[in-house]
Structure formats: structure tokens, C-alpha cells
């Protein structure tokens, strides 16, 4: 991917508005008798198999260029003072362009904690280790992005070695591997194949929230909006996915504040990723986006003790209703 076109997703992502989804169609019930204090909730988790004191991480966003750079540098920044994980940007560019490398090397001279590598299945399993061992990377993503790759004039036609290179990086990286989407969903098609392939974590990564079909669309002055029939809700993904058993489940695509969090943990995820919310704080000076930070968590807390439950392990028995 070319620098300019890394930018230019930048550019189109944060002209985008908050826009409606299913979470909106997700009732919560409450309690007035909580018989809890705000210091009574615990809002730790684990993420990947390592333990964390959130339930949301930053996801992945960018890398490649001197305006990702600074996106990076600054974000990198804000994950260390809460300790929370960082999805890297996609880390493919760094293998045709040497120059990008040092836009992903900035999250770990920031970042003592959890990082997440990023690459598409393109890459080999050496070309995993590569990346991984770049910024000494704690997990690897592989992002599925066949529809983002078909209407991208520069982007991929062949996705004939993709199951196979995911197989190999699941069974030799001796890291966990996170498979998700890029803002469409992981259809249950898709998931059965990624479970054959040895995947124990997947990121469901719904519609709800920024669209590359959008972003492309915009890039290129064609309508692609018409493939936004394939989509499928971030909240109608971790519904399908209710009985799941095997895989431990993620969830982004369309969490536009903690509210949004509580109802992905009700449904099943263990964990949220937000990029959008977090590349709006790059608008701010540092000590402003750290306060936002603090907000959120609070929030979580609030509605926390809303529901009248203290860990996150309790909202498994909150009451919801569709409507």
C-alpha cells in the first residue's frame, strides 16, 4: 500500500460522522438497588491470554507515512499510560518500502506493554516473524479484506495462498494470532473455515462504524456502495456467534462509546477494539486525549454499577432485549 493511500484512508476516515447501528436496537436493563460502590468494580481482563485492566484496546489504524508516524507516536503514548494493548496499522508496506519501518518501530519505543502486530495473509510465515520481531510484538493480526483488496484499484486479485499462510503463522509463530475483518463481519462461512485452520482468537470487526467499501468509493469516484449488502453488524456478529464454544471472540466496528463496550461484553466479547474514537484524540494536545481516556473509563464504571454488576464476568446474567 502507498503512502498516499494510507493517508488518504486517514483523511476520509475522520471526515466520517457517527452514524446508527445495531447496538442502538439493544435495550439494557437496569437497577436502582445496585447495593455497590463505584470502588467495587473491576473492569480487568484478559486479552490474548495476558491480562489487562480494560476491556477495550486500540485497534488497528495505520502505518507507512510521516502523518501515520505522528498517529502512531501519539497513540503509542496513550496506550502506555493505561497499559492498554495496540493493534498496529497494517505492517505489509514494510516489506516493500524499508522506509515505513520506523512508523511501526515508534509503538514500541513508546509502548512497554501489549502489542499487536498487523499484516494481510499475504505474507508468509517468515514475513509474520519479521513483523512480529520488528517491534517486538506480543500477538499478530491477520486482517481478511477481500471485498476492501476487489475494490481497491491497486489492491489484491489473487487470494489463493491466504488459508494456507494463515495456517502456517497459527501453528509455528509461538505467538497468539487474532484473525479479523476490516468493517464488514465475519461471516459464520468464514469463521467455520478460520477454525479449521487452527484460529483460536477472531476479531468479528462488524458494519456500524468506518466502511473501506465507503473509503474507496470516495478514493475512486465509483459507487461501490452497493457490496454494502455483504456487511453484517458487529452486534449481529456476536449474536450469531452465541453458542460459540471454541474461539474467544473480540469485537469492533462501530463502538462509539462505553455504552457500546457493555453490550459487546454482554454479547459475548471479551474485549473491544476502537479506532476512530481513538484517531479523533489525535486532534487533541496529549493531557486533553488522556482526560478523554479517564472519561471513558469512569463511564464504563457508571454503567457498571447501572446494571449492578461488579466484574465483567456478571454481565453475562444482564437482561437485554432487541427491539
Not at 498516499?4 to 437497577?31: C, V, Y
Not at 463511564?299 to 446474567?317: N, P, T
Request: aromatic letters at 8%.
Amino acid at each position: 500500500m502507498s503512502k498516499n493511500r494510507k493517508d488518504d484512508h486517514i483523511n476520509i476516515a475522520k471526515s466520517f460522522k457517527k452514524k446508527s447501528n445495531m447496538f442502538d436496537k439493544i435495550l439494557l436493563e437496569g437497577t436502582d438497588l445496585p447495593d455497590l460502590s463505584m470502588d467495587d468494580i473491576d473492569l480487568s481482563t484478559e486479552f490474548l491470554g495476558m491480562k489487562v485492566p480494560y476491556p477495550f484496546y486500540i485497534n488497528a489504524m495505520t502505518g507507512g507515512s510521516e502523518k501515520a508516524h505522528k498517529i502512531n507516536e501519539f497513540l503509542s503514548k496513550i496506550a502506555d499510560h493505561f497499559n492498554l494493548p495496540m493493534v498496529t496499522g497494517s505492517q505489509s508496506i514494510m516489506f516493500k518500502d524499508p522506509s515505513s519501518i520506523d512508523s511501526f518501530k515508534v509503538i514500541r519505543n513508546n509502548h512497554k506493554g501489549i502489542i499487536v502486530g498487523n499484516i494481510n495473509p499475504n505474507m508468509t510465515l517468515e514475513q509474520a516473524q519479521v513483523a512480529v520481531s520488528t517491534i517486538q510484538a506480543n500477538a499478530l493480526s491477520i486482517h481478511l479484506n477481500v471485498i476492501q483488496e476487489l475494490v481497491m484499484n491497486e489492491g489484491d486479485r489473487d487470494f489463493r495462498l491466504w488459508s494456507n499462510h494463515i495456517e502456517s503463522v497459527v501453528k509455528h509463530l509461538n505467538k497468539p494470532v487474532i484473525v479479523k475483518q476490516v468493517g464488514l463481519g465475519l461471516s459464520l462461512k468464514t469463521i467455520q473455515k478460520i477454525k479449521t485452520l487452527g484460529v483460536k482468537y477472531i476479531d468479528v470487526s462488524g458494519s456500524g462504524g468506518t466502511s473501506f467499501i465507503d473509503i474507496e468509493s470516495t478514493r475512486s469516484a465509483k459507487d461501490y456502495s452497493y457490496l454494502n449488502d455483504f456487511s453484517i453488524d458487529t452486534a449481529q456478529a456476536l449474536i450469531n456467534l452465541k453458542n460459540e464454544k471454541d474461539l474467544e471472540i473480540y469485537a469492533s466496528g462501530g463502538i462509539r462509546h462505553p455504552l457500546d463496550v457493555i453490550k459487546s461484553l454482554i454479547l459475548g466479547a471479551k474485549a473491544c477494539g476502537l479506532s476512530k474514537w481513538f484517531l479523533d484524540l489525535t486532534d487533541l494536545e496529549f493531557a486533553a486525549a488522556v482526560k478523554k481516556v479517564e472519561e471513558f473509563i469512569e463511564d464504563l464504571k457508571k454503567i457498571m454499577l447501572i446494571l449492578g454488576v461488579s466484574s465483567l464476568k456478571d454481565l453475562k446474567q444482564v437482561t437485554y432485549n432487541i427491539v
